[in-house]
């Protein structure tokens, strides 16, 4: 008898998208899902799939995550987000490693990630092949990293699987827009709370190498006027990011700020890759 997985979903008003991620997981052992209240109809889909739903306020993205780690029942933990779905390809490969004995070399697997914006799939750029470590032993590892970026660490050897985890992550420039102003508020109080000095030239130069390292170093240009976007709004970021550091080291005292503020009634997303 295989290794059995829990599938853990943490989630937030993903109405337009929770179906079809739900959908690509009907293979797993186990489905659990913590939802932070969402206003949608989130919490109604997930329970036709599984009857371990559960809210609790958001933790942030790491304390999230190591929440609903602790419930999941089974050995293997597989994180998924809303905004993703499991391609057959990578379904198909997961099983086979878990149906032949091969996962008892293995204490966690890693695999690309493919983002669908703008229309299309993205091929090149930082977000291709965008690898992220989501399957692994429940013993062997933990969820760490800065707000708003979460990433597994484990113990032990990782084997890198071919399939890809699609990732619908921006309804579209303006979504993507919105959700940078959140997440560029929640990584400059990190830097703020580790007391990082303000260097004009993080603010400068920064996102100048951003994109020049997106559009021209990771052949962003390939996709077109897509790659340009994605690789101008990325280093805009960037400068929000420090800008922001700025302005609550010399403008204004720090003041409360919510984990999740990417804007109103939508999920706390899932960024392609880090934001410099």
Same mark, same amino acid.
């Given at each position: 008898m295989r290794d059995k997985i829990s599938v853990c979903l943490t989630v937030c008003n993903e109405e337009p998208n929770i179906h079809r991620c739900l959908e690509s997981l009907k293979w797993a052992d186990e489905i659990v899902v913590v939802d932070s209240f969402s206003k949608d109809r989130t919490v109604a889909i997930c329970k036709e799939y599984t009857d371990r739903v559960y809210q609790y306020?958001? !933790? $942030?993205? +790491? /304390?999230?995550?190591?929440?609903?780690? /602790?419930?999941?029942?089974?050995?293997w933990i597989l994180f998924i987000d809303g905004d993703e779905e499991m391609s057959p390809k990578l379904r198909d490969e997961i099983l086979a490693?878990?149906?032949? $004995? !091969?996962?008892?070399?293995? +204490? $966690?697997?890693?695999?690309?990630?493919?983002?669908f914006f703008l229309g299309r799939w993205i091929t090149h750029g930082e977000w291709w092949p965008d690898i992220k470590m989501r399957l692994y032993r429940k013993d062997k590892g933990v969820c760490t990293g800065r707000e708003p970026h979460d990433h597994v660490v484990v113990d032990g050897p990782i084997k890198r699987l071919k399939g890809c985890l699609h990732h619908y992550t921006y309804d579209d420039i303006s979504d993507q827009i919105l959700t940078m102003n959140g997440f560029s508020t929640i990584?400059?109080?990190g830097l703020y709370e580790e007391r990082r000095k303000f260097s004009g030239i993080d603010l400068l130069f920064r996102p100048a190498f951003r994109f020049f390292k997106g559009f021209f170093l990771k052949r962003g240009f390939l996709d077109g006027y897509s790659g340009f976007i994605i690789a101008m709004l990325s280093a805009t970021g960037v400068f929000f990011k420090y800008a922001k550091l700025w302005e609550r080291i010399h403008v204004k005292p720090p003041s409360p700020v919510i984990a999740n503020s990417s804007g109103e009634g939508k999920a706390p997303p899932t960024a392609p890759a880090n934001n410099g």
């Open positions: 306020e958001w !933790r $942030g993205y +790491v /304390g999230q995550k190591e929440l609903i780690k /602790g419930m999941a029942r089974h050995p490693e878990f149906e032949s $004995g !091969r996962n008892c070399r293995y +204490v $966690g697997y890693e695999f690309p990630r493919k983002v990584a400059s109080v």
